[in-house]
């Protein structure tokens, strides 16, 4: 009933940048929180930023001020910036809503399916 699509993952260089967007469809009425993961390969899926309805966010230490986590309510799309990539952020992003209502009642997570994001020279 909920899905996510996420776009923007792609090939950039050591300090380059990418821009994230994740799009919730469905008979949506509210989010209470929309994240980005994500998980390098043989690691576990960590948190990398957090934004509520509300615009308050959570960032992991290693990319505070270097990535921005926005949201357009409106649209129930959360968007990530990434500037000053690095090699060891090269993973699959995935987009996680959280706290779903839709029109009929409560919903719940969801989770979309991940885009790849490769930062090498």
């Known amino acids: 009933q909920v899905q996510l699509v996420e776009s923007g993952g792609g090939l950039v260089q050591p300090g380059g940048s990418l821009r994230l967007s994740c799009a919730a469809s469905?008979?949506?009425?509210?989010?209470?929180?929309m994240a980005w993961y994500r998980q390098a390969p043989g690691k576990q899926r960590e948190l990398v930023a957090a934004?509520?309805?509300?615009?308050?966010?959570t960032y992991a230490d290693s990319v505070k001020g270097r990535f921005t986590i926005s949201r357009d309510n409106a649209k129930n799309t959360v968007y990530l910036q990434m500037n000053g990539l690095k090699p060891e952020e090269m993973a699959v992003y995935y987009c996680?809503?959280?706290?779903?209502?839709?029109?009929?009642?409560?919903?719940?997570?969801?989770w979309g399916q991940g885009t790849q994001v490769t930062v090498s020279s």
């Open positions: 934004i509520t309805s509300h615009g308050s966010t």
């Open positions: 996680n809503a959280d706290g779903i209502k839709l029109r009929s009642g409560w919903y719940g997570s969801s």
């Open positions: 469905g008979r949506i009425f509210s989010i209470d929180r």
